[in-house]
């Protein structure tokens, strides 16, 4: 029962509860996966647009399958790899943004993605809040671990404060750098962006192309395999009474 959304909600709230929490969260491993897919697929037709997004998906699809077949220890050692290397695509990006920044290449105030007066909608708020409780997903899963735990049960709770207070920290960086070097801001807000390629054309203009296209097939990577490997293998655990 570690981790289990179930046991959580409905022994600490009541049944119904727990009922209601368990099926939405299945219904969260069904849908969440897909779209990590649909994004790294994006990403992929941003720079190569010749090959389709649907192709790119049966792509990272098999991909994740063979890996995931192969066992556990693979998942893990590939996932410790994929780690490292986002880490350091996120150092260069903020590297490169921050010298962009200082080259005067700024679109807007540095307070202006925090709270822009003229933009702010409950509208905008919603959507926004529907990305971030997406990109926070995942540090929750270290609570599965519970019953292999055999020091101080005290630690996983830390590890997840700390996991969580982490993705935060690297969020917020890299969201605040990328507003700020966001090339025609008010076209993009009126408009929305149906390719979902701000992001990278935000790249190539702090950076250049080369930036562009890293960021892009760092994002595939990361979402289409990455995270739909380990969403893949562990999603599931610690919830069978759902």
Same mark, same amino acid.
Not at 48 to 74: D, S
Not at 145 to 150: H, S, T, V, W
């Given at each position: 029962?570690?981790?289990?959304?179930?046991t959580y909600?409905?022994r /600490?709230?009541?049944?119904?509860? @727990?009922?209601?929490?368990g099926? *939405?969260?299945?219904?969260?491993? &069904?849908?969440?996966p *897909? #779209? =990590?897919?649909?994004?790294?697929?994006v990403?992929?037709?941003?720079f190569?647009p010749?090959?389709p997004?649907? +192709?790119?998906?049966?792509?990272?699809v098999?991909?994740?399958t !063979?890996?995931?077949?192969? /066992?556990?220890?693979m998942?893990?050692?590939i $996932?410790?790899?994929?780690?490292v290397?986002? #880490?350091a695509? #996120?150092?260069?990006?903020l !590297?490169?943004? @921050?010298?962009a920044?200082?080259?005067?290449?700024?679109?807007?105030g540095?307070?202006?993605?925090f709270?822009d007066?003229?933009?702010f909608s409950?509208?905008?708020v919603?959507?926004?809040?529907?990305v971030a409780v +997406?990109s926070f997903?995942g540090f929750?899963?270290?609570?599965? +671990?519970?019953?292999?735990?055999?020091e101080?049960?005290?630690? +996983?709770?830390r590890s997840?404060?700390?996991?969580l207070?982490l993705?935060?920290? =690297?969020f917020?960086?890299?969201?605040?750098v990328?507003? %700020? #070097?966001?090339?025609?801001?008010?076209v993009l807000?009126?408009?929305?962006?149906?390719a979902?390629?701000?992001?990278?054309?935000t790249?190539?203009f702090a950076?250049g192309?080369w930036?562009?296209?890293?960021?892009a097939v760092a $994002?595939?990577?990361?979402?289409g395999?990455?995270?739909? =490997?380990? %969403?893949? *293998?562990?999603?599931? &655990?610690g919830?069978p *009474?759902?």
């Amino acid at each position: 029962m570690a981790g289990s959304v179930y046991t959580y909600a409905g022994r /600490g709230i009541a049944a119904p509860v @727990g009922f209601i929490a368990g099926w *939405s969260i299945l219904l969260d491993y &069904v849908l969440v996966p *897909s #779209l =990590l897919y649909l994004v790294a697929g994006v990403a992929m037709n941003s720079f190569v647009p010749a090959v389709p997004v649907w +192709l790119w998906l049966v792509a990272f699809v098999a991909l994740n399958t !063979v890996v995931n077949y192969l /066992g556990i220890q693979m998942t893990a050692r590939i $996932t410790r790899i994929m780690l490292v290397a986002e #880490l350091a695509v #996120l150092a260069i990006f903020l !590297v490169v943004g @921050g010298v962009a920044l200082a080259q005067g290449k700024a679109q807007t105030g540095a307070l202006t993605p925090f709270f822009d007066s003229a933009g702010f909608s409950w509208s905008v708020v919603l959507a926004a809040a529907s990305v971030a409780v +997406l990109s926070f997903l995942g540090f929750d899963g270290i609570s599965t +671990l519970a019953e292999e735990n055999r020091e101080d049960a005290r630690r +996983l709770g830390r590890s997840m404060v700390a996991a969580l207070a982490l993705a935060a920290v =690297l969020f917020v960086a890299q969201t605040w750098v990328a507003a %700020l #070097l966001t090339p025609g801001r008010d076209v993009l807000i009126a408009k929305d962006d149906p390719a979902g390629s701000a992001f990278y054309t935000t790249a190539e203009f702090a950076g250049g192309h080369w930036l562009s296209v890293l960021t892009a097939v760092a $994002t595939a990577v990361a979402w289409g395999f990455a995270n739909s =490997l380990v %969403l893949r *293998s562990s999603k599931g &655990v610690g919830e069978p *009474s759902a």
